[in-house]
């Protein structure tokens, strides 16, 4: 991608975004990488990192392992492997390991259904393999300590073993020795000490004359004295030899082994540069969640539409300051290719203008941004801007002069892929010469098919962009009670500058605020003035649309409310229907049983009888068990009937009364009084029943009877 002039990424703020994402980074690869940071304009590209970045951010967030946990900056010992002749130490052998050890598991990690799942993050390692040859090559000669095995050669098993007995005799002469000068009282300390690679004792510098052998040294305070007692000085050279002998047998070793990896060499850095690039992918995802970056919609085409769109350094000093950050929402296309902002300075136009050239570049970076997903953003090859003071003191141009000249290098370079950015259209010069030049320049710049962001004050302007196709105006709401900017952009018309206002709520003279009205062109003021009442009056309409959303909502959320007691309400009858139905077939298949269970002690008392009275008693049973049942349906129903027509009253049974019978629940009235018993005319009938199985009834009205 072009820019123009050379510093238009510090004036955007990318080089703190990328010292953002520099902070991320763990390895040198990735360090690097985020310092010279490209900005691609090819599509492909820009996806597969937007892809890739996004997918980390999933597993970030979702917690899920990755398994790139290792911090690896072993370039130097890589060169190493591919220089003929040259040795890796064991610790360096230990990261080559581990490099081998990494990418093992990231392998072994993109299983098949991972590498459908993440296929951006698969593609990393699409075009290399796996050889598992190298960690056996390391796993044969060194150990999990990072110290070369006995067993690495035959030479190296013997020099060991060798070492491993002079050692061991060593010791015990050793401790032999001491023991005899510890009870002569010439031992200064029975502790061994080494000096110069032997093994020596310490005595107390007046005894040292006693002691026969090689003194090594003497202590800072003179008191004691190292020698190398005669006796083990043969021991100790033999030993020193096979030290040697070992060092030159490991060393070969390692040599041998560096140029077996010297094959590998370019595989080696490949695995080295994929560590750095997951780093780096990894870097990228946490500054997403950071800035709350999300993917948006790319496309091939030079288009803008941004929504909830935020300023990433703004949005973490906000975040940092538990400040709330106002989004922005621009869109420009084939229709309206140049957006004009105007309103009060302090407003938030400049930082308007950033936040799209800044996202812009991030996205072509690969870098995803703090917007809606539903944002879309097209590809540009070049970015243009002319931000603030651009005076010169070396060539002594004038800010004008130098803002001419930058717009003069506009209007040239910029094409149909140009993105360009201009903070104070026209600005520096006198307002009506400076306005006609800002006019010839915006419409040279929509006739080139670029796509920009103009801020500006002045009025020719406005009414310019009203009218011009390809050109359309946008105002920084502001708080006139409050006199305070709202940072909200307002597409579709001009803003006002609240000149007057602001001079008014500060407490400026009237007198002054009137005779500066005077000199004011009046067609000027009056428009001025409408753009202020106008912007007010939107600001109502859109209070008032606000509540109404709000009332819509709350009226759907209400009747969702009701929907569901309802469905909950049907939910909970049905649950007892079908529990009623359950209790009835369990009382059934209760009875059945109980049914069987006597039956088959009936037949089973039956088989075991012979006396003929016995049989007669157990056909009763049988008849009462089988026909019982009905006869108790019979007298549910007639209790049932008689229930829908009568209702109990009790009290005194007296002379007709109408009264129920309660063991064949019939309804009688009472003809006569004979003690304990009643006279009850049934039909045409008169029987006697005991007061006892009686109790008054009356008949229950016509509506009653129908419930």
Same mark, same amino acid.
């Given at each position: 991608?072009?820019?123009?002039?050379?510093?238009?990424?510090?004036?955007?703020?990318?080089?703190?975004?990328?010292?953002?994402?520099?902070?991320?980074?763990?390895?040198?690869?990735?360090?690097?990488?985020?310092?010279?940071?490209?900005?691609?304009?090819?599509?492909?590209?820009?996806?597969?990192?937007?892809?890739?970045?996004?997918?980390?951010?999933?597993?970030?967030?979702?917690?899920?392992?990755?398994?790139?946990?290792?911090?690896?900056?072993?370039?130097?010992?890589?060169?190493?492997?591919?220089?003929?002749?040259?040795?890796?130490?064991?610790?360096?052998?230990?990261?080559?390991?581990?490099?081998?050890?990494?990418?093992?598991?990231?392998?072994?990690?993109?299983?098949?259904?991972?590498?459908?799942?993440?296929?951006?993050?698969?593609?990393?390692?699409?075009?290399?393999?796996?050889?598992?040859?190298?960690?056996?090559?390391?796993?044969?000669?060194?150990?999990?300590?990072?110290?070369?095995?006995?067993?690495?050669?035959?030479?190296?098993?013997?020099?060991?073993?060798?070492?491993?007995?002079?050692?061991?005799?060593?010791?015990?002469?050793?401790?032999?020795?001491?023991?005899?000068?510890?009870?002569?009282?010439?031992?200064?300390?029975?502790?061994?000490?080494?000096?110069?690679?032997?093994?020596?004792?310490?005595?107390?510098?007046?005894?040292?004359?006693?002691?026969?052998?090689?003194?090594?040294?003497?202590?800072?305070?003179?008191?004691?004295?190292?020698?190398?007692?005669?006796?083990?000085?043969?021991?100790?050279?033999?030993?020193?030899?096979?030290?040697?002998?070992?060092?030159?047998?490991?060393?070969?070793?390692?040599?041998?082994?560096?140029?077996?990896?010297?094959?590998?060499?370019?595989?080696?850095?490949?695995?080295?540069?994929?560590?750095?690039?997951?780093?780096?992918?990894?870097?990228?995802?946490?500054?997403?969640?950071?800035?709350?970056?999300?993917?948006?919609?790319?496309?091939?085409?030079?288009?803008?539409?941004?929504?909830?769109?935020?300023?990433?350094?703004?949005?973490?000093?906000?975040?940092?300051?538990?400040?709330?950050?106002?989004?922005?929402?621009?869109?420009?296309?084939?229709?309206?290719?140049?957006?004009?902002?105007?309103?009060?300075?302090?407003?938030?136009?400049?930082?308007?203008?950033?936040?799209?050239?800044?996202?812009?570049?991030?996205?072509?970076?690969?870098?995803?941004?703090?917007?809606?997903?539903?944002?879309?953003?097209?590809?540009?090859?070049?970015?243009?801007?002319?931000?603030?003071?651009?005076?010169?003191?070396?060539?002594?141009?004038?800010?004008?002069?130098?803002?001419?000249?930058?717009?003069?290098?506009?209007?040239?370079?910029?094409?149909?892929?140009?993105?360009?950015?201009?903070?104070?259209?026209?600005?520096?010069?006198?307002?009506?010469?400076?306005?006609?030049?800002?006019?010839?320049?915006?419409?040279?710049?929509?006739?080139?098919?670029?796509?920009?962001?103009?801020?500006?004050?002045?009025?020719?302007?406005?009414?310019?962009?009203?009218?011009?196709?390809?050109?359309?105006?946008?105002?920084?709401?502001?708080?006139?009670?409050?006199?305070?900017?709202?940072?909200?952009?307002?597409?579709?018309?001009?803003?006002?500058?609240?000149?007057?206002?602001?001079?008014?709520?500060?407490?400026?003279?009237?007198?002054?605020?009137?005779?500066?009205?005077?000199?004011?062109?009046?067609?000027?003021?009056?428009?001025?003035?409408?753009?202020?009442?106008?912007?007010?009056?939107?600001?109502?309409?859109?209070?008032?649309?606000?509540?109404?959303?709000?009332?819509?909502?709350?009226?759907?959320?209400?009747? =969702?409310?009701?929907?569901?007691?309802?469905? @909950? $309400?049907?939910?909970? /009858?049905?649950?007892? *229907? +079908?529990?009623? %139905? !359950?209790?009835?077939?369990?009382?059934?298949?209760?009875?059945?049983?109980?049914?069987?269970?006597?039956?088959?002690?009936?037949?089973?008392?039956?088989? =075991?009888?012979?006396?003929?009275?016995?049989? @007669? $008693?157990?056909?009763? /049973?049988?008849?009462? *068990? +089988?026909?019982? %049942? !009905?006869?108790?349906?019979?007298?549910?129903?007639?209790?049932?009937?008689?229930?829908?027509?009568?209702?109990?009253?009790?009290?005194?049974?007296?002379?007709?009364?109408?009264?129920?019978?309660?063991?064949?629940?019939?309804?009688?009235?009472?003809?006569?009084?004979?003690?304990?018993?009643?006279?009850?005319?049934?039909?045409?009938?008169?029987?006697?029943?005991?007061?006892?199985?009686?109790?008054?009834?009356?008949?229950?009205?016509?509506?009653?009877?129908?419930?």
């Amino acid at each position: 991608m072009k820019f123009f002039p050379e510093s238009a990424l510090v004036q955007l703020e990318f080089e703190k975004v990328k010292a953002l994402l520099e902070e991320h980074c763990k390895t040198l690869y990735a360090k690097e990488k985020a310092k010279e940071l490209r900005i691609h304009t090819r599509k492909e590209y820009i996806d597969l990192e937007l892809q890739q970045t996004h997918e980390y951010k999933m597993l970030v967030q979702y917690a899920q392992y990755f398994p790139n946990d290792h911090t690896l900056n072993i370039s130097k010992e890589l060169k190493l492997i591919g220089i003929p002749g040259a040795v890796l130490s064991e610790d360096q052998f230990m990261l080559v390991r581990k490099l081998a050890e990494s990418l093992q598991s990231i392998f072994r990690w993109f299983d098949s259904d991972r590498r459908t799942a993440y296929p951006a993050l698969s593609k990393v390692i699409a075009d290399t393999y796996y050889e598992k040859v190298i960690l056996e090559l390391i796993d044969d000669v060194i150990d999990e300590s990072g110290h070369v095995k006995d067993n690495a050669s035959e030479d190296l098993a013997r020099i060991r073993l060798n070492l491993y007995k002079r050692r061991t005799e060593l010791r015990r002469l050793f401790d032999r020795i001491v023991q005899k000068l510890v009870k002569a009282g010439h031992a200064a300390d029975i502790e061994e000490a080494f000096l110069n690679g032997r093994r020596v004792v310490a005595v107390y510098a007046e005894q040292k004359r006693q002691v026969k052998g090689i003194l090594h040294g003497e202590s800072d305070t003179r008191k004691t004295a190292f020698i190398e007692p005669e006796e083990t000085i043969e021991l100790n050279n033999e030993i020193f030899s096979l030290e040697n002998e070992e060092n030159r047998e490991v060393y070969r070793i390692l040599r041998e082994l560096t140029a077996k990896l010297s094959v590998y060499a370019p595989l080696l850095k490949t695995y080295y540069d994929i560590l750095g690039e997951y780093d780096f992918i990894r870097a990228k995802s946490k500054l997403a969640v950071d800035v709350n970056g999300n993917l948006p919609v790319l496309s091939d085409k030079a288009h803008v539409h941004l929504v909830q769109a935020y300023h990433p350094l703004l949005y973490l000093y906000n975040k940092r300051s538990q400040k709330p950050t106002m989004p922005v929402q621009v869109t420009l296309d084939e229709k309206n290719r140049i957006l004009v902002i105007s309103g009060p300075n302090a407003g938030g136009k400049t930082v308007t203008l950033k936040t799209v050239g800044l996202l812009q570049l991030m996205i072509q970076s690969g870098l995803l941004v703090p917007v809606h997903p539903t944002s879309q953003f097209g590809i540009f090859k070049q970015i243009m801007i002319h931000i603030g003071d651009t005076q010169s003191l070396e060539f002594e141009l004038s800010t004008y002069s130098s803002h001419l000249k930058n717009m003069k290098h506009f209007m040239e370079v910029a094409n149909g892929k140009t993105l360009f950015f201009i903070d104070e259209l026209g600005s520096g010069s006198d307002p009506n010469l400076g306005g006609a030049f800002a006019e010839v320049i915006l419409e040279e710049m929509v006739r080139k098919h670029s796509m920009g962001i103009v801020t500006t004050h002045y009025l020719n302007l406005k009414v310019m962009a009203n009218k011009t196709p390809g050109i359309i105006n946008g105002a920084m709401a502001f708080d006139e009670k409050n006199l305070l900017p709202m940072y909200k952009l307002i597409i579709g018309k001009p803003g006002s500058s609240y000149t007057f206002s602001i001079a008014e709520r500060i407490g400026l003279p009237p007198s002054l605020i009137t005779r500066a009205r005077q000199l004011v062109d009046e067609e000027h003021f009056r428009l001025d003035k409408l753009l202020n009442r106008t912007e007010q009056d939107l600001r109502e309409i859109e209070k008032k649309d606000k509540d109404l959303s709000k009332q819509l909502k709350d009226n759907e959320r209400i009747k =969702k409310d009701m929907e569901t007691l309802i469905d @909950k $309400e049907r939910h909970y /009858q049905q649950v007892e *229907l +079908l529990k009623h %139905q !359950n209790k009835v077939t369990e009382e059934r298949i209760a009875y059945l049983k109980d049914m069987e269970r006597k039956l088959k002690q009936i037949v089973l008392d039956w088989r =075991k009888s012979n006396i003929e009275e016995d049989k @007669k $008693e157990l056909m009763r /049973q049988l008849h009462a *068990l +089988l026909f019982g %049942q !009905n006869q108790k349906q019979t007298t549910e129903k007639v209790k049932k009937k008689i229930g829908s027509k009568y209702k109990e009253v009790g009290g005194e049974i007296v002379v007709g009364n109408k009264v129920l019978m309660k063991k064949n629940h019939q309804v009688g009235e009472v003809k006569e009084i004979r003690g304990r018993k009643a006279v009850v005319q049934l039909g045409l009938m008169p029987i006697t029943v005991d007061l006892a199985d009686l109790t008054v009834v009356t008949e229950k009205a016509p509506e009653q009877s129908q419930q």
